[in-house]
């Protein structure tokens, strides 16, 4: 399994965790970004989380994992998902663009 497959199969539980969490604590990370780092093959990756409330009223979260290279450029990888009405759905690759 390649770096980047793991890479996305950790955002997918870090995903999976969060959809457990209330709303109202999903809702804070608006304010309060979620910040750690996830060691993939024994190197540390930064790991970021933050919601945002739509004009509608759903909240979307998004999480991201940052990959530096060795030439300084970074890769975002990204997954999320929308609740509204108590009803998850993922985020699909177009609509994460909307919150980045």
Avoid at 29 to 53: C, Q, V
Avoid at 54 to 75: H, M, N, Q, T, Y
Wanted: one cysteine or more; proline letters at 4%.
């Amino acid at each position: 399994m390649s770096k980047i497959d793991l890479i996305k199969e950790e955002l997918m539980r870090v995903c999976e965790e969060l959809k457990l969490k209330p709303e109202p604590e999903l809702d804070v990370l608006g304010k309060n970004m979620l910040e750690r780092t996830h060691d993939i093959f024994g190197k540390e990756y930064p790991l970021l989380a933050w919601s945002e409330r739509d004009p509608d009223g759903a909240l979307a979260v998004i999480i991201e994992l940052r990959k530096k290279s060795w030439f300084g450029s970074i890769s975002c990888f990204q997954s999320g998902f929308r609740i509204k009405d108590g009803a998850s759905t993922n985020l699909g690759e177009v609509e994460l663009w909307e919150y980045d």
